[in-house]
């Protein structure tokens, strides 16, 4: 689990550092897909959590939600409809769900070993 | 199994973080062009050449005086201590000092008093001015109707008084003397104000301002009296 903070950690340091910018017609897009990946790792905790994960169906999901969010972006924005607001309201409201199944989870083990260390 | 779990994760939350960073970088860049045009680029580039000659100049003469005191064959400190503090006094502007230079003469209009009109006082407005437009040219000293002018001096309004270190000058006429660092200077700076447009804000206020030839010898008053440094302190040395 630390390692994969590191890794977050790592990504930011770098971005800041590099100084990369995109053109900022781009700009959406880009905040489009961070929604999308965000949405794929509380997914993958979850089902990980559930243990339901799958490697392919993580890693998979991950690039086909991030394409699918950014040409829907696209399309939006070359159709003059703000399809992208399609897309932000489905993974915002993945978003959300899937934080609060894992809530609950987390929230189930606790009082489970609370109830563990009681009975012992 | 959970190594592998493990790396995925770390690899996600690394594009993550990646993209979030390049978001912040791109959001939170000031994008405000550069409008100006080659010329105003160029005279911004000449300001700052000439800024830049400016300090090498100072800090070749400090250099020189800090060469001065450490140097060891000089038995006197004490001397060039006092002339350190003399050329302080000059630069300050204590001391009474002669030099080639121009006088100005303002008067009323010819117009005002074939018209008797009332000849108020300088407005400290015009006066400023003035000032300014005399400055633009470097090392030259003034001094306004005998009050010498430096870096801390006041030119304002006091009780309807237009005043000058807060001595109210006279109404005109009275004349501002002005040196410059050569005879050529002097007469550059009066061919300057000949054809400046401050003549044209003078007569608004009915006054004239008559520009005598440049002066071989012009004498200006030191300032008398106390320089007020309230807010200045001595630095930390090195």
Not at chain 1, 33 to 59: C, E, M, N, P, W
């Amino acid at each position: 689990m630390w390692i994969s903070i590191l890794g977050l950690l790592l990504g930011i340091s770098l971005g800041l550092l590099t100084d990369i910018q995109i053109p900022p017609e781009y700009a959406s897009y880009l905040s489009i897909a961070v929604l999308a990946s965000l949405d794929t790792l509380f997914g993958g905790i979850r089902a990980h959590l559930q243990q339901v994960y799958d490697d392919k169906v993580f890693v998979s999901g991950f690039f086909f939600n991030i394409v699918l969010a950014a040409g829907l972006a696209f399309l939006g924005v070359h159709l003059g409809v703000d399809l992208y607001l399609a897309a932000i309201f489905a993974f915002g409201v993945r978003l959300f769900q899937n934080i609060a199944v894992i809530r609950r989870i987390l929230l189930a083990r606790w009082a489970e070993k609370k109830k563990l260390g009681e009975a012992n | 199994m959970k190594k592998r779990i493990t790396g995925r994760f770390t690899v996600i939350l690394f594009v993550i973080g990646f993209m979030s960073a390049t978001q912040y970088n791109t959001v939170n860049t000031d994008n405000t062009r550069d409008s100006r045009d080659t010329w105003e680029i160029r005279q911004q580039l000449s300001r700052e050449k000439q800024l830049h000659s400016e300090l090498l100049s100072e800090i070749s003469l400090l250099d020189d005086t800090l060469g001065k005191y450490s140097d060891k064959a000089t038995k006197e400190p004490e001397a060039i201590l006092k002339e350190t503090v003399e050329d302080l006094r000059i630069g300050a502007g204590l001391t009474q000092i002669t030099g080639p230079g121009i006088e100005l003469e303002i008067s009323p209009s010819l117009e005002a008093i074939a018209l008797g009109t009332e000849i108020t006082e300088i407005p400290p407005d015009l006066l400023i001015r003035l000032v300014n437009e005399i400055n633009r040219f470097d090392g030259i000293e003034l001094a306004i109707a005998g009050e010498r002018v430096i870096n801390t001096t006041a030119i304002r309004d006091i009780n309807g008084y237009t005043t000058v270190n807060t001595e109210p000058i006279s109404t005109p006429p009275f004349t501002i003397g002005i040196t410059a660092e050569s005879m050529e200077e002097a007469r550059k700076l009066s061919s300057y104000l000949t054809a400046s447009a401050i003549h044209d804000d003078f007569y608004i206020d009915d006054l004239t301002i008559a520009i005598s030839e440049p002066q071989e010898d012009l004498a200006l008053p030191a300032f008398d009296e106390e320089i007020s440094m309230e807010y200045l302190e001595a630095g930390e040395g090195e």
